[in-house]
């Protein structure tokens, strides 16, 4: 996890220059720091929609599933980062104890109780960042994320070798000029058969 942890934040800090802003600096600034979690918090958000959807139509277990998880592994990280929880603080996997569905929600839930943590509320007075709040609400979704591997057969070996493929993957897209109106997926069809060459199982029974 130690390994992930760092190739993620060489991957933000590049990202992010190429935007002007000092990943670095968004974990020390109090203004920062809220606008950060909340763009991280978003795009875990946009991820854990195209799971749902790849499982509505496809089942558990596949490929792509299998990536989009990892893609939530990017921002999760990028989330710990930000709450100060160091690889050693992640929670250990547990196994399946619940069904997709109700994972999936139990994600959507701590993902709201992250935006709570962050003075969104522009029409209301008081509130402000609450950093234990959204410390607890990213522990949550380490906990959701490790359910969600388990059902899909991921053990961290196998995780931590989609991550680094994907992370390479996304170097290449900076490195393009990544634009969300030209890019496609034909970079990803590599890693799915990656996954299908050295991956199996579909992970626990449904529920």
């Given amino acids: 996890m130690e390994d992930i942890f760092s190739l993620q934040w060489r991957l933000?800090?590049?990202?992010?220059?190429?935007?002007?802003?000092d990943y670095a600096a968004t974990l020390r600034d109090p203004e920062l720091k809220p606008a950060w979690?909340?763009?991280y918090r978003k795009a875990f958000s946009?991820?854990?929609?195209e799971l749902i959807r790849e499982v509505q139509e496809n089942g558990t277990?596949?490929?792509n599933g299998k990536?989009?998880?990892?893609?939530?592994?990017?921002?999760?990280?990028?989330?710990?980062?930000?709450?100060?929880?160091?690889?050693a603080q992640v929670p250990q996997p547990a196994g399946c104890t619940a069904s997709f569905e109700a994972c999936a929600l139990e994600a959507f839930l701590a993902l709201d109780d992250l935006q709570n943590s962050v003075k969104w509320k522009w029409w209301a007075k008081g509130g402000g960042y609450r950093q234990e709040a959204a410390r607890q609400s990213v522990l949550k979704l380490w906990r959701c994320f490790h359910e969600l591997c388990a059902r899909?057969?991921?053990?961290?070996?196998?995780?931590?070798?989609?991550?680094?493929?994907?992370?390479?993957?996304n170097f290449r897209r900076q490195d393009q000029q990544y634009n969300e109106d030209t890019k496609t997926e034909q970079d990803n069809q590599a890693i799915e058969r990656m996954i299908a060459k050295h991956t199996s199982g579909t992970g626990c029974a449904r529920q």
Wanted: proline share 2%.
């Fill in 152 to 169: 899909f057969g991921m053990d961290l070996e196998a995780v931590k070798t989609i991550y680094i493929a994907k992370n390479q993957v």
């Fill in 61 to 63: 277990g596949t490929a």
């Fill in 46 to 49: 946009a991820e854990l929609a």
């Fill in 67 to 87: 990536i989009e998880i990892v893609d939530m592994l990017h921002f999760l990280v990028s989330l710990s980062h930000l709450t100060a929880i160091e690889p």
């Fill in 12 to 21: 933000n800090a590049y990202t992010l220059n190429k935007i002007g802003v």
């Fill in 37 to 39: 979690l909340e763009n």
